[in-house]
C-alpha cells in the first residue's frame, strides 16, 4: 500500500537551515507528483512547495519563495524540501502529500521548530 514517511525535522535556530526528506512508497512513484505541507499551531494546514513528476516545480507561496527549495530522486523515491534563512515563523509541522488515483496520502510529518 501507499506509505509516506517524512524525516528530517528538528530544532534550529533563525537563520538556520535544515532539509526534510519525503520517503514514498507502494506506487509508481515516477509517475506522481509531491507535495510539502506545514501545519503551525493554530492554523491551517498550508502548502509550501510541489514538484510534478517530470521535477517540474511549482507552489511556492511568497512566504517561503527564495527560502525553500523543492526536489525529488527518483531512483531514491524521495522528495526533499531545503530550507534555508529560517524564521520562527517557520515552526510548525511539516507534511508530505501524495495523490494517487484520486486519494490524498499523508505522512505522519516532522516537526521543524526555530527558537533562539
Known amino acids: 500500500q501507499v506509505q509516506v514517511v517524512e524525516s528530517g525535522g528538528g530544532l534550529v535556530e533563525p537563520g538556520g537551515s535544515l532539509r526534510l526528506s519525503c520517503e514514498a512508497t507502494?506506487?509508481?512513484?515516477?509517475?506522481?507528483?509531491m507535495r510539502w505541507y506545514r501545519q503551525a499551531p493554530g492554523k491551517e494546514r498550508e502548502l509550501v512547495a510541489g514538484?510534478?513528476?517530470?521535477?517540474?516545480?511549482?507552489d511556492y507561496p511568497d512566504s517561503v519563495k527564495g527560502r525553500f527549495a523543492i526536489s525529488r530522486h527518483s531512483h531514491k523515491k524521495k522528495v526533499y524540501l531545503q530550507m534555508n534563512s529560517l524564521t520562527l515563523e517557520d515552526t510548525a509541522v511539516y507534511y508530505c502529500?501524495?495523490?494517487?488515483?484520486?486519494?490524498?496520502?499523508w505522512g505522519q510529518g516532522t516537526q521543524v521548530t526555530v527558537s533562539s
Open positions: 507502494g506506487f509508481t512513484y515516477s509517475n506522481y507528483g
Open positions: 502529500k501524495v495523490r494517487v488515483l484520486d486519494r490524498d496520502y
Open positions: 514538484i510534478t513528476s517530470t521535477g517540474i516545480v511549482t
